[in-house]
T-cell receptor
Framework: DSGVTQTPKHLITATGQRVTLRCSPRSGDLSVYWYQQSLDQGLQFLIQ???????AKGNILERFSAQQFPDLHSELNLSSLELGDSALYFC??????????FGEGSRLTVL | KNQVEQSPQSLIILEGKNCTLQCNYTVSPFSNLRWYKQDTGRGPVSLTI?????NTKSNGRYTATLDADTKQSSLHITASQLSDSASYIC????????????FGGGTRLMVKP
C-alpha cells in the first residue's frame, strides 16, 4: 500500500460527459502528480501541484483541469469526454522531487 | 529535449533465467535515475534510485547500474520468477524547473514457466 488513495477505481461514462477523479496523497506529501496511461502505452505526465499551486504542466488537454485543495487532496476534471480519453489515470505524491508513490489508478472507460 | 529511451520494448524469458533491461537518457542536468516496476493495471512501485556518484545498486534480485558519462543505465534481474512479469520503467530526474521527471516508455517483461 503506497498510501496514495484514488477514487473511483473504475468509471464508465459516455462521450461528451464530464468526470472528476480524486486523489488523496500520502500524509505529509506536498506534491501531487497526475499521469495518463492509455492501453499498452507509457505514462504521460499531465500536471503537478505543490502545496496548492500548479508547479508543472505536461501534455494536458484544455478539456482537462486539476486543482489541489488546502487539505492537499487533488482532483482531476475531465470534460467533453472522447473515446480516446479512455485510460488509466494515476496520481502520485512525493516530498518535493523525492521518490514518487503512486496510487492504484482510476480506470476510465468512455463509451 | 529531455528523452529517456528503453530497450527492448518487450522481452520474454524462461523462469530462472537472467535478463538485462537498458535505459539511455539525454536529460540534463542530471539529478538521479529511478527504476519502477509496474504490474499490469497497478501503480508503479519504486525498485531503486541511482544518484550521479553511484555505479551499482542492488535490491534483492534486482541490480541497477549507472554510467553517467555515457548516460546509460541497466536493470539486471537474476533468477527470474513468474512474479517478475511486469513493465519496468526508467525515470530520470533533472534539476531544471518545470517538469523535472522524464519517463521512459518501459520494457514489458514476461517470465514464462
Amino acid at each position: 500500500d503506497s498510501g496514495v488513495t484514488q477514487t473511483p477505481k473504475h468509471l464508465i461514462t459516455a462521450t461528451g460527459q464530464r468526470v472528476t477523479l480524486r486523489c488523496s496523497p500520502r500524509s505529509g506529501d506536498l506534491s501531487v502528480y497526475w499521469y495518463q496511461q492509455s492501453l499498452d502505452q507509457g505514462l504521460q505526465f499531465l500536471i503537478q501541484y505543490y502545496n496548492g499551486e500548479e508547479r508543472a504542466k505536461g501534455n494536458i488537454l484544455e478539456r482537462f483541469s486539476a486543482q489541489q485543495f488546502p487539505d492537499l487532496h487533488s482532483e482531476l476534471n475531465l470534460s467533453s469526454l472522447e473515446l480516446g480519453d479512455s485510460a488509466l489515470y494515476f496520481c502520485a505524491s512525493s516530498v518535493e522531487y523525492e521518490e514518487l508513490f503512486f496510487g492504484e489508478g482510476s480506470r476510465l472507460t468512455v463509451l | 529535449k529531455n528523452q529517456v529511451e528503453q530497450s527492448p520494448q518487450s522481452l520474454i524469458i524462461l523462469e530462472g533465467k537472467n535478463c538485462t533491461l537498458q535505459c539511455n537518457y539525454t536529460v540534463s542536468p542530471f539529478s538521479n535515475l529511478r527504476w519502477y516496476k509496474q504490474d499490469t493495471g497497478r501503480g508503479p512501485v519504486s525498485l531503486t534510485i541511482m544518484t550521479f556518484s553511484e555505479n551499482t545498486k542492488s535490491n534483492g534480485r534486482y541490480t541497477a547500474t549507472l554510467d553517467a558519462d555515457t548516460k546509460q543505465s541497466s536493470l539486471h534481474i537474476t533468477a527470474s520468477q513468474l512474479s517478475d512479469s511486469a513493465s519496468y520503467i526508467c525515470v530520470v530526474i533533472s534539476n531544471n524547473a518545470g517538469n523535472m521527471l522524464t519517463f521512459g516508455g518501459g520494457t514489458r517483461l514476461m517470465v514464462k514457466p
